[in-house]
């Protein structure tokens, strides 16, 4: 499930220059995952609504510094 967050900024895909995008998965951890291929950051848990934005900083984070794990399917 995208979510979005008014104070973060993604910059674009370190791979393939497509848009970033923050993901919740399952309420309880969030990443960043390309629209275009699919590559992610690691995943941040949290546990309360305080947790759940500085996971979403955390990851837009690393993100933003390129820390990306290329995901490619067809390997
Ligand atoms: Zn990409």
Redesign the pocket.
Known sequence: MSVYFEDIELQD?P??G?TGCLEEEGGWCLYVQ?L??C?HTAEFAFHSEAERAEAARQAAHIWNMGKVIHSRPDD
Request: aromatic share 12%; glycine share 12%.
């Open positions: 895909c791979y393939c497509g390309c275009d291929c590559s």
